[in-house]
């Protein structure tokens, strides 16, 4: 039990601190404005717990070493060989063009383990992927380099909420918003206009700038991920059999 004082305090400070995120986006839904970036969190997103599955993938995940060859080449993939009226985020150019775009996915080699990344890939990029994910089998490919596991990590708290501490949705946020800027300035889209300046992937100083930024990702994430394990242990120990 807390005291007045005490919750009050940490209440105003949650709030506080949710306001950054969610006050521009609500402001943005109002003018009917999207943003490439900042959408992705608040529209993505759902609220379905899963207790006994979610242990499952969050333990298979943390139990695996962090793979950081992916390189972001799942946003290359999901434009491969589109239109540029097809593409998902097509208010914003493509850096390289299409025809460049499309050799970058032609030139280098496609490692996407996240199934909720590659059931976008168009069809002509699928079959390029050295690893055929699915659905129903994420427990056997999730690893903790990815940077969509990292970013679902918000999912999985915010679908606990409010069994959990919003202090740990909310970091997961934090993280997850993180990197998904990262995950967007790999990705082939011209941003800089937002001021999001490119890593560049298809070079070797944009490898390994991407890598580096991928491994201090998953040390972030490892301590979320635990606790949400140890969350899902705690959930399950008190839900009636």
Same mark, same amino acid.
């Given at each position: 039990?807390?005291?007045?004082?005490?919750?009050?305090?940490?209440?105003?400070?949650?709030?506080?601190?949710v306001?950054?995120?969610?006050?521009? /986006?609500?402001?943005?839904?109002?003018?009917?404005?999207? /943003?490439?970036?900042? =959408?992705?969190? &608040?529209?993505?997103y759902?609220?379905?717990?899963?207790?006994?599955?979610?242990?499952?993938?969050?333990?298979?995940?943390? =139990?695996?070493?962090?793979?950081?060859?992916?390189?972001?080449? *799942?946003?290359?993939?999901?434009?491969?060989?589109?239109?540029?009226?097809?593409?998902?985020?097509?208010?914003?150019?493509?850096?390289?063009?299409?025809?460049?775009? =499309?050799?970058?996915?032609?030139? +280098?080699?496609?490692?996407?383990?996240?199934?909720?990344?590659?059931?976008? &890939?168009?069809?002509?990029?699928?079959?390029?992927?050295?690893?055929? !994910?699915?659905?129903d089998?994420?427990?056997?490919?999730?690893?903790?380099?990815?940077?969509?596991?990292?970013?679902?990590?918000?999912? *999985?708290? &915010?679908?606990?909420? !409010?069994?959990?501490?919003?202090?740990l949705?909310?970091?997961?946020?934090?993280?997850?918003?993180?990197?998904?800027?990262?995950?967007?300035?790999?990705?082939?889209?011209?941003?800089?206009?937002?001021g999001? +300046?490119?890593?560049?992937?298809?070079?070797?100083?944009?490898?390994? +700038?991407?890598?580096?930024?991928?491994?201090?990702?998953?040390?972030?994430a490892?301590?979320?991920?635990?606790?949400?394990? =140890?969350?899902?242990?705690r959930?399950?120990?008190?839900? !009636?059999?």
């Amino acid at each position: 039990m807390l005291d007045r004082a005490t919750w009050e305090s940490r209440r105003t400070a949650h709030e506080t601190r949710v306001d950054v995120r969610v006050v521009p /986006h609500l402001e943005r839904r109002r003018l009917r404005q999207s /943003h490439p970036v900042e =959408d992705f969190l &608040f529209t993505y997103y759902s609220q379905r717990p899963l207790l006994t599955s979610l242990r499952r993938l969050l333990t298979a995940t943390a =139990d695996r070493p962090a793979q950081l060859g992916c390189f972001g080449l *799942h946003e290359w993939a999901m434009v491969y060989r589109l239109e540029p009226t097809e593409v998902r985020h097509s208010g914003w150019p493509l850096r390289l063009g299409a025809s460049g775009t =499309d050799a970058v996915v032609e030139s +280098e080699r496609i490692a996407c383990s996240h199934f909720d990344a590659f059931r976008f &890939f168009t069809d002509e990029a699928r079959p390029l992927n050295t690893l055929q !994910p699915g659905r129903d089998d994420r427990p056997s490919f999730e690893q903790p380099g990815c940077l969509h596991a990292g970013m679902d990590l918000y999912r *999985h708290a &915010f679908r606990l909420s !409010p069994l959990v501490c919003s202090d740990l949705v909310a970091d997961c946020f934090d993280l997850a918003h993180d990197i998904r800027v990262l995950d967007m300035r790999a990705s082939p889209y011209d941003l800089s206009a937002l001021g999001y +300046e490119p890593v560049r992937i298809e070079t070797p100083a944009g490898k390994q +700038e991407y890598a580096a930024a991928q491994r201090s990702f998953a040390e972030r994430a490892a301590p979320l991920r635990q606790r949400l394990i =140890d969350e899902c242990e705690r959930l399950l120990a008190i839900v !009636p059999r």
